[in-house]
């Protein structure tokens, strides 16, 4: 095997705009927002979205625009305080009478901590209250109660839909009062999630009722929302159930009877759907299964984005809604050893290698697909549970450095090309994995500057990746990168940042450490102290680079990723 690789970025070749389309994430217990660890974590994921200005010897985050985040049971009924896959806000109760009773003061203090620490909401519209629910489910109607309810109701039609349509639209009128139309006109609003599978209960024509009920209520409280959904599963075959669903969601929107109108068509300002790599249960077992596939999950973008394309919504923009590895965000490592992953360097080098995948997909196929990370943190864990997090007791793993590299990727997008830059899509049978095919070995380029204009660029990063579908650690392949033409003058300040299993990577450590549960003290610091981006090797100055361009030859493992910076020194 051939393990040199050739990476040339030609800084002269101005591509076009670089949009920053992964600035989304979310999670299911919408309580861990107002948490103190979720509060924490927000503030760290909202310095994503802020103007990056890097002039230290620190890489610093900048998302262009906020941070979205998506959060489940923002309408449920409970005790609001959040635990696995559970959460509520009892937005809607009914008085004895029957009357509706709303109260917004948990969503209000959800939207108040995103707003503050430079996030948005991307509001999930769902599940059904208690008081609204449907009980044709329920075991015994007459004691029909909480725990019930949490079994099955959350996810049932509403009784009555004109009740439905009131909860929105006096939800909706809230938040402008609080927030200002032009501040919501910014959110995006979304129905429900994953109505193809237990989620929803209802018959589809039920649930293209309850989003012309939704949409209706939405936009009579506010005409310039963003509404859409359907937040489908992600499906693998153009005629699966998953596909179909999405099609005929679609075709409702496109061409049915609206059920609140009567007239043709529901209005849809962005379509999303979900896609994962891969899928884990609870096992005692030690024996690892298949690995997360990146080419399962670009499969469902090329599956189900063709089904909107079919129904001619591709100009709308596309939520992948949840884009990850796996379908489990709650289990662990002690669930199933298979969730260990998520703590290593694999998990960092998968989002690097899906998300520009997608990037890749959506320039073929004239879409505009946006990643939503689900993940966030979780309350008391143990330390590296294995959770789909982005960080573990406060500290951070190390995908959320691969976050904070892409963070830092400039405006304009700029020729890169590898000589190991294979599309994962191309790898194995139809629907194969890209287990055994070696490794990817791809990357963006981009210019930064002050102003919108490249001629003002001062920075150039490049961000490269080296992943494989295997549980395999081993593979070092030699890197000759060269950065040519460059639009600004030297010296220059170079600087190389790395996560791979010894850098930027806290589970290491914490490994060394002995895996303690609970770290503290000077455990504790020990760890901490390695979850940030770290240099691969000290910064160097070169004045004048020989030909016109700027040469360097490192080592990349299997599972990592890079970002070279080069900024002109002032």
């Known amino acids: 095997m051939n393990n040199k690789v050739n990476v040339r970025v030609d800084a ?135 725990r019930e309810y949490q079994r099955i109701g959350w996810n049932m039609p509403p009784k009555d839909y004109d009740k439905w349509y009131a909860l929105i639209e006096n939800m909706i009128h809230h938040l402008v009062t609080r927030y200002g139309a032009g501040e919501v006109e910014s959110w995006y609003f979304e129905m429900w999630n994953e109505p193809d599978i237990f989620y929803w209960q209802g018959t589809h024509e039920e649930f293209c009722k309850l989003y012309d009920y939704t949409e209706a209520a939405v936009h009579a409280a506010l005409p310039g929302a963003r509404f859409g959904g359907p937040a489908t599963c ?58 997360p596939s990146v080419k399962s999950l670009l499969d469902q973008v090329r599956v189900c984005g063709g089904v909107v394309k079919e129904c001619g919504y591709e100009g709308l923009e596309c939520i992948l809604s949840e884009a990850d590895p796996d379908g489990w965000a709650a289990g662990g490592r002690f669930d199933n050893p298979a969730f260990n992953f998520r703590n290593t360097e694999y998990y960092a080098s998968y989002v690097a290698s899906s998300y520009k995948g997608i990037s890749d997909l959506a320039k073929e196929m004239g879409m505009d697909f946006r990643p939503l990370a689900w993940a966030f943190m979780f309350e008391g864990e143990r330390c590296f549970e294995g959770t789909r997090t982005f960080s573990t ?30 599309s994962p899509l191309a790898f194995g049978d139809d629907w194969g994995t890209g287990e055994g095919e070696g490794a990817q070995v791809g990357g963006w380029a981009t210019l930064g500057g002050d102003s919108n204009e490249t001629q003002a660029a001062q920075t150039l990063q490049a961000m490269i990746f080296c ?60 760890i901490k102290a ?23 030859r490192f ?16």
């Open 530 to 552: 390695r979850d940030g981006l770290e240099q691969l090797c000290p910064e160097a100055v070169i004045e004048q680079p020989m030909d016109g361009k700027i040469a360097l």
């Open 393 to 422: 007791q406060g500290i951070d793993k190390a995908m959320f450095n691969t976050f904070k590299m892409l963070a830092q990727l400039g405006q304009w997008r700029v020729g890169f090309d590898s000589s190991m830059d294979r």
């Open 555 to 570: 080592y990349m493992p299997v599972k990592s990723v890079s970002l070279i910076m080069i900024e002109k020194i002032i």
């Open 467 to 526: 992943h494989e579908d295997t549980w395999a650690e081993d593979g070092i392949y030699t890197i000759d990168f060269a950065a040519e033409n460059l639009p600004f003058g030297g010296p220059y300040r170079i600087r190389h940042y790395r996560v791979d299993k010894d850098h930027s990577n806290a589970y290491a450590e914490w490994v060394r450490q002995g895996m303690p549960d609970y770290p503290e003290g000077a455990q504790y610091d020990a």
């Open 234 to 291: 992600g499906g693998r075959e153009p005629g699966g159930r998953a596909a179909d669903y999405l099609r005929r969601f679609l075709l409702h929107c496109k061409s049915g009877k609206n059920y609140v109108t009567g007239q043709t068509g529901t209005r849809l300002d962005f379509t999303s759907f979900h896609t994962k790599g891969g899928g884990y249960g609870f096992t005692t077992g030690k024996k690892l299964e298949r690995t």
């Open 12 to 146: 002269g070749n101005v591509i076009g705009a670089m949009e920053h389309t992964w600035n989304y994430v979310g999670y299911d217990e919408c309580n861990y927002t107002h948490s103190p660890g979720g509060i924490k974590l927000i503030k760290k994921l909202g310095e994503l979205g802020k103007a990056a200005a890097d002039t230290s010897s620190e890489a610093k985050a900048g998302f262009e625009g906020p941070l979205y985040i998506r959060a489940h049971h923002m309408l449920c009924t409970g005790i609001c305080h959040g635990f696995y896959k559970w959460g509520s806000t009892n937005a809607y109760i009914e008085d004895e009478g029957g009357a509706p009773v709303y109260n917004f003061d948990v969503i209000d203090k959800m939207c108040d901590i995103w707003l503050s620490s430079n996030c948005k909401p991307f509001f999930e519209i769902g599940f059904m209250p208690l008081d609204l629910a449907d009980t044709r489910g329920a075991v015994d109607k007459v004691r029909y109660d909480i």
